[in-house]
């Protein structure tokens, strides 16, 4: 018998052992099973899978819920019960962890080592980075005996063949937000560096260790153990690598205009459980003209805000040139502590004499745009802190000043909108959200971001309508010459139905202890236009998302299960017979 007949024989006969599931069945096996697995067989020789079961197979953990009546049916190759089937692919995403976590941990760090965010002027498809990346993910391919195509460099393309016409996609991004080496500083003055991945305690620190690089890894690692163990597919998977998620989201656009689009897609990009509802994303951009300084007292020349619209940074920064630095920044100083106390009391001002100019930095609290309620916004409390200066100290009015005022009266240090009367909310989606993130400055302009996050309630058009004219009647009012520029997606809804909804619920629930029912999200994916297109993690939603931070994180733990529950997700899913 040839090998390809080999293979063809031992597939049909793994096929027969793993029944098709008729009814809906859990895999019986509880998180504090799977911990004890884990914990008496960490370090098991297993050169395979069947060696792992074989090990298992006789003891006390597979007595219980008749876990070792499983081991022996699929051992055996005798057919198995849905019940049965759930409970070995509960056990290969068990195995999945054991044998290559460590390597894909290792595989984590070559990535976060490549520094695949945006540079300005040049294109993704044409950054070296891009380019690295792209090398490094066609040798892992290759070496896990994975198909890899690179698609004008805009999408990765990982293939895992089964049998059918049926494909899922599996989505992640290998680009990441820009970062700021000087703010990866940990509370106990540890200096990290933002494109190494750095193990302290149980955290790998590093850009794209949660989004998203981790999740390129763990469904490589998934594809690579269910290719070896030649476990046999009735469809096919699509590991697609996303190279724009974080800015114009083209690439993904670009692929599916030359590629079919899968009739199943799933984002390793979002949260546990499953999520089935993402807001709309949207910006509103302000670009005021450089103008001449106006009046007396010192002048703002410079001012900071996020490096992305879809990030609040930790600081923001304001440069002030005084003849006078010293008795400016006591000033400032006084002001800023004012202004503190009076909105809170939760960041913090600060000032420096740098020569002839103050530093005036605002620390707040980092986040991810689409979650403002969990970090503290620096760049609007700086905008509104120079615009509460009038009075105070004597500042020169520019198009900085100008910027400030129009944050201040229509954005405020309100996330909800409420300073625009904008505000609505979604009982499932939840809340519009709007935060000031971005600026940026060059010799003609000063440009401020204000990211919105729109749920069901309100079409984009309506909103951008609304918020133009509200706009428009304040910069006439205020005499402030300011245009606009906004871009505003649709939310998407979806209601899945079939055996693959149920069982993306059903493996994220009994592996992480969750309620079994669909949640909603703040963030985009590329996911958000295609059909059957849904979030399975690799955040927990419970927790905060530390992605987009100037400490992000994923704990080691986290990591190992996402491994673990990808795997076991991708073997049950590409079994079923019907989705």
């Known amino acids: 018998m040839n090998a390809s007949l080999k293979h063809f024989a031992k597939a049909a006969l793994m096929l027969a052992c793993l029944s098709p599931i008729t009814l809906p069945a859990l895999a019986n096996i509880p998180p504090q099973q799977s911990t004890a697995i884990l914990k008496t067989f960490g370090d098991t020789s297993a050169t395979d899978f069947r060696q792992f079961l074989e090990q298992i197979g006789g003891t006390e953990l597979a007595k219980n819920d008749d876990l070792d009546a499983a081991i022996r049916a699929f051992l055996d190759n005798t057919p198995l019960l849905a019940e049965q089937q759930n409970q070995i692919h509960r056990l290969l995403g068990l195995y999945a962890r054991i044998k290559y976590g460590n390597a894909a941990i290792e595989t984590l760090g070559q990535l976060v080592a490549i520094p695949t965010f945006q540079v300005d002027g040049l294109a993704q498809y044409d950054n070296p980075e891009f380019i690295r990346i792209a090398e490094k993910l066609q040798g892992f391919a290759h070496s896990f005996n994975l198909n890899f195509r690179n698609i004008d460099n805009r999408v990765y393309e990982v293939s895992l063949e089964g049998a059918g016409d049926e494909v899922v996609g599996i989505h992640a991004h290998a680009d990441v937000v820009p970062a700021d080496p000087q703010s990866w500083v940990l509370e106990d003055g540890t200096r990290l560096d933002p494109f190494k991945v750095t193990l302290i305690g149980n955290r790998l620190y590093g850009r794209g260790t949660e989004d998203d690089k981790n999740g390129i890894v763990v469904a490589l690692y998934a594809m690579k153990i269910i290719k070896e163990e030649q476990l046999p597919l009735l469809r096919s998977f699509k590991l697609l690598i996303d190279t724009t998620e974080e800015i114009a989201g083209d690439a993904i656009r670009y692929y599916f205009e030359r590629n079919p689009t899968p009739s199943y897609n799933v984002a390793l990009d979002g949260g546990y459980p499953v999520v089935i509802a993402e807001k709309g994303y949207g910006t509103v951009m302000a670009t005021f003209a450089r103008r001449n300084a106006e009046g007396t007292g010192a002048e703002i020349t410079a001012m900071t805000g996020g490096l992305a619209a879809n990030q609040i940074p930790l600081t923001s920064v304001a440069t002030l040139v005084s003849d006078k630095p010293a008795e400016l920044a006591v000033s400032l ?247």
């Open 333 to 579: 100083q006084k002001a800023g502590n004012e202004y503190a106390h009076d909105n809170g009391d939760n960041f913090k001002v600060t000032t420096e004499v740098v020569g002839e100019s103050v530093k005036l930095t605002v620390t707040g609290v980092a986040a991810h745009s689409s979650e403002p309620e969990s970090g503290i916004n620096p760049v609007a409390r700086m905008l509104g802190l120079i615009n509460s200066l009038d009075g105070k100290v004597a500042i020169k009015h520019n198009h900085i000043t100008d910027a400030a005022r129009y944050s201040t009266d229509n954005w405020g240090l309100d996330y909800l909108g409420g300073q625009l009367a904008i505000g609505f909310s979604d009982p499932f989606m939840g809340p519009l959200t709007t935060s000031p993130t971005a600026i940026t400055m060059d010799e003609k302009a000063f440009k401020l971001a204000i990211n919105l996050r729109l749920p069901k309630g309100k079409s984009s058009e309506v909103l951008k309508a609304e918020i133009a004219e509200k706009l428009g009647v304040w910069s006439k009012k205020a005499q402030v010459a300011v245009a606009f520029d906004y871009s505003i997606a649709e939310p998407m809804h979806r209601n899945p139905e079939g055996e693959w909804a149920k069982a993306l619920l059903a493996v994220a629930s009994e592996n992480l202890g969750m309620e079994s029912r669909f949640g909603s999200s703040s963030g985009a994916t590329s996911v958000h236009d295609l059909p059957n297109g849904v979030q399975f993690g690799l955040a927990r939603l419970e927790l905060k998302y530390t992605g987009h931070t100037n400490r992000e994180f994923k704990t080691v733990d986290q990591f190992l299960l996402d491994l673990q529950v990808v795997t076991e997700m991708m073997g049950r899913i590409g079994q079923l017979p019907e989705l």
